[in-house]
Nanobody
């Protein structure tokens, strides 16, 4: 059974940090590009970041650039999202997702949720004082 499981969410004060993990089971991650997405109450799901299958390429939403860092450890079948300088507007449920490398640009990744086939159940991140 293919499964992605997020962990590391929680409540943090503005300016604080959290690290989300996304562990895969039932398949090996190293073929897949991985994306992080989030959805706040009453808002549409948005792409946060993505990392290519090799880890050589990452992309970030403008709203998180310079604050969030995505990495992967294929040996551990796990992807991470380090979130620093958190703001109240970062409050959302965060989802990781796996998808095949983009056609024609296999060393890249895209933050388009339609390109991802497997999704985790989500982790709540709340930034509040």
């Amino acid at each position: 059974q293919l499964q992605l499981v997020e962990s590391g969410g929680g409540l943090v004060q503005p300016g604080g940090s959290l690290r989300l993990s996304c562990a895969a089971s039932g398949f090996t991650m190293d073929y897949y590009a991985i994306g992080w997405f989030r959805q706040a109450p009453g808002k549409e799901r948005e792409g946060v970041s993505c990392i290519s299958s090799s880890g050589g390429n990452t992309n970030y939403a403008d709203s998180v650039k310079g604050r969030f860092t995505m990495s992967r450890d294929n040996a551990k079948n796990t992807v991470y999202l380090q979130m620093n300088s958190l703001k109240p507007e970062d409050t959302a449920v965060y989802y990781c997702a796996a998808g095949p490398p983009p056609v024609g640009i296999p060393r890249m990744c895209v933050m388009n949720s339609l390109k991802y086939n497997y999704w985790g159940q989500g982790a709540q991140v709340t930034v509040s004082s």
